[in-house]
T-cell receptor, first 116, second 116 residues
Framework: AQKVTQAQTEISVVEKEDVTLDCVYETRDTTYYLFWYKQPPSGELVFLIRRNSFDEQNEISGRYSWNFQKSTSSFNFTITASQVVDSAVYFCALSDVNSGYSTLTFGKGTMLLVSP | DAGVIQSPRHEVTEMGQEVTLRCKPISGHDYLFWYRQTMMRGLELLIYFNNNVPIDDSGMPEDRFSAKMPNASFSTLKIQPSEPRDSAVYFC??????????????FGPGTRLTVL
């Protein structure tokens, strides 16, 4: 069965520090999709990125970057020069053939607190 | 473009009362999902629809919960009778499969339900 583990329950950093959020997944499929979502204090869930299992290139979007390593089944998320507005709960999720690629299996989330 | 719309945003009710949560998915999306989020259990998928048809309701906690999607632009999640342990944030999300692309789900703002 598919599983997503976010071992870091809570991370606290000071503004301008870099921070990496870990995500480890389990799936028996060779084709799958990985996602990151952000949930700020206001409560909504905001989509950040989707990555398919055949694309191992790292991706950078502004201060955000993602490191996909199939060999270690990890899809880690790094925020460079963190800002107070980055404070949120971040969820990693997986979609694979078990669900017909229709549903997402979410990790428990990592709460990031960025202080000024 | 309007995102996923949920109503009400907040609901406070007494144990035993019927509660109806409403969702309008993004126009053109053919998948609709209902999730429940609690501190203890994280994000749980309750049920999802494809083209208005329920596909998997295995996450619905018990018979007190029911969901309908009478048309492509409206869905309801009903709890009858409600219990204090149903207190949670309920999210609705929608997505579209596209052509061979496993697309991300877009979430509504959530309904915070409190059952006294």
């Amino acid at each position: 069965a598919q599983k997503v583990t976010q071992a870091q329950t809570e991370i606290s950093v000071v503004e301008k520090e870099d921070v990496t959020l870990d995500c480890v997944y389990e799936t028996r499929d060779t084709t799958y999709y990985l996602f990151w979502y952000k949930q700020p204090p206001s409560g909504e869930l905001v989509f950040l990125i989707r990555r398919n299992s055949f694309d191992e290139q790292n991706e950078i979007s502004g201060r955000y970057s993602w490191n996909f390593q199939k060999s270690t089944s990890s899809f880690n998320f790094t925020i460079t020069a963190s800002q107070v507005v980055d404070s949120a709960v971040y969820f990693c999720a997986l979609s694979d053939v078990n669900s017909g690629y229709s549903t997402l299996t979410f990790g428990k989330g990592t709460m990031l607190l960025v202080s000024p | 473009d309007a995102g996923v719309i949920q109503s009400p945003r907040h609901e406070v009710t007494e144990m035993g009362q019927e509660v109806t949560l409403r969702c309008k998915p993004i126009s053109g999306h053919d998948y609709l999902f209902w999730y429940r989020q609690t501190m203890m259990r994280g994000l749980e998928l309750l049920i999802y629809f494809n083209n208005n048809v329920p596909i998997d309701d295995s996450g619905m906690p018990e018979d007190r919960f029911s969901a309908k999607m009478p048309n492509a632009s409206f869905s309801t999640l009903k709890i009858q009778p409600s219990e204090p342990r149903d207190s949670a944030v309920y999210f609705c999300a929608s997505s579209t499969r596209g052509q061979g692309v496993r697309n991300e789900q877009f979430f509504g703002p959530g309904t915070r339900l409190t059952v006294l």
